[in-house]
């Protein structure tokens, strides 16, 4: 995906949508045009936990294209975290495939892995380690070393304005502080594609905001991001893409502003309720 | 490769850095035991040596066939405090026997040489005679009682003290038969002299005090290589060996705080093999072994001189006592990571933890040594990781043994970290 970035083969957001629309014009081109955007292709995953009655996931299909910003919506339980765990290589489907950036997940795990970048809901941070020791391990395993490893710490450092406190250590830091250094451990390496778990849970206005513009950025850059949220409203001001999941099935899937308007609505959270109900979903 | 131990040194060094910030807990794992060692050292320093109540069992060599022999025998027997357990002097050899006691089998060997009671019977015969020599007991007159190198003063004590009282009484009871026998002939001999005014008989009764037979007390072990036995040579290894196995909490507890937090997550869908993340944790903890053990055994060696015991000593056993303690160690990590595996939280596995540990040290002969545990408990002793470590760890320090004369405790302990570490793949594979 460094790679195809550098050489202008994913377009930023904007031209990509333009593309995408002239793509879906031009319908004898489309399969072949599709195949080389598409980021994610996730074909009829099927799982059932042990001991559930219903399966967490039922039939759940999804194509995400390159360079787009999507949302996966949906209420507690609709099964969004069992589709990210499939999607990243972390839960083994009972049945369906998932391809991503072309390549088999269950063939090419080792290889996607180097390609994509995950920020999870839980801080995935050690407490006692500071900024900078926290991302030096991550880079590690990445592979980075010396020179390399450095450069992209103090860029992801700076991306999330985080460079005065790169040597406090994590246990002192603000919820937002540790939000912000929480996505700077996910975009270490420059992943392909970022899928971020409800990154803003919890943290004050300015940090959130924080986040939405940098996520914004390195999304024109190129990424292809993942985004899972409760907040209808981050999601409609974010994500070119949604995809709304109930059931462990997507029911409805498209460009955000394609979709309310298709539907009649004003803004995703009507959609939204109309869609999964407001009857509430404890699990 | 490169990157699979590029992973493992990653993984090494933000270990080490998270334990180097984990004071309270690096506290706790260096204080602990050697507070213990001390304390306890201090304690048993006495109570060892007083103690002796405890049945034991004595290998018997009967190489003599005569009374003292059947007469030690039955007087041992009769004591009640210990077992005997015969072996046929006519054909086990004596560097047999030495060696059943050298290897920790018996703690006790007793041979009654060849000849023993012929030569005391002939010495006690012209004993009471007027023309008697007064003499010491030959060479041949030795009873010889060979003692683990393992065990303690105070059961040596006793043992010694059942036997000389024992030796004493045959002893006592044939020079008291053949006086009789004396006396009579005497008392003839005077009366026939009646009237003569001659000087009372001498019955020599001096020769009631000469020992004819002597306890020798010998070490099953090479002397050049053993350290004295004591309740420093055994603590040391033992409470080192404890606090060792402490450290499988903080461990657990690591491996908890990554499995409970999103870091588990994070580090599943990077491209790396869980296994160098594992190793690289399990390196960093041994370290912090390691540390420990020196710790305690300098406490042994400088301290304990300065509070009146005696010096640890490790007789230049260096290479045997580093690869007991990387075996230890490891077994020590193995159960942390199974701890990790099966408790959901960081209370669970210190309470969990902290009590099967006591368990097993307990079994192990840490608290009590396993020779003096009731059978049934010897028996079990032999299933704990702390019994095959302090068991390799003493048989080095006390009996000299090599590297391959304790491979056995080595590759249970090998064993037990491998077969920990693969229940615990299964059970987070199966959690996954």
Redesign the interface.
Known sequence: MLDLKKQGKFPDNESFQWCHESMSAVASHSDRARSATIAIEVDSLVKIYKNATDPALNNFSLSVEGGSFFGLLGPNGAGKTTALSII?????PDSGSVTILGLRLDRHL??I??K???V???????E??TAT?NLV??G????L?GRELQTEIDRCLEFTQLQEQRNR?VSTFSGGMKRRL?LS??MLYQPDIL?LDEPTVGIDAQSRQLIHERLTDLNRQGTTLIYTTHYMEEAQELCSHVGIIDDGRIIQQGRTMDLTRQQGFNNLNDLFFSITGKKLRDV | MFKFFNHIIASTWKETLLLRRDKAGLLVLFFMPAALVIIITLVQENIMELSGEKKSAILFLDQDHGQIATRLRQSLHDSKRVTLVELDGATVRRDEAIARVRRGDYQVGVIIPEGTSTRLEARIETLFAADAPSGKASDGDLILVYFDPGVLPGFRSGILAALQLATFNIEMELKVKALQENVAVLLAGQQMMMGGGGKKPDLGLTHLQENLLTISEEQAGSKREESAPSAVQHNIPAWALFGLFFTCIPLAGSLLVERNSGIWIRLMTMPISSVSLLIGKIIGYVGVCFSQILLIVLIGHFLFPTLGLPAFTINGHLVPLVVISLCCSLAACGYGVLLGSVCTSLEQASMFGSISIVITAALGGVLVPPYAMPGVMQRISGFSPLNWGLSAYQDVLLRGSSIAQISGDLCRLLAFFLVLLLISWWLNRRSQ
């Open positions: 990243t290589g972390l839960l083994a080792r290889q892995q180097t994509i970048g995950l999870p809901q839980d801080l995935a941070l050690y006692n380690l020791e391990f991550f590690r395993l990445y592979g070393a250590r929480n451990a996910g899928f």
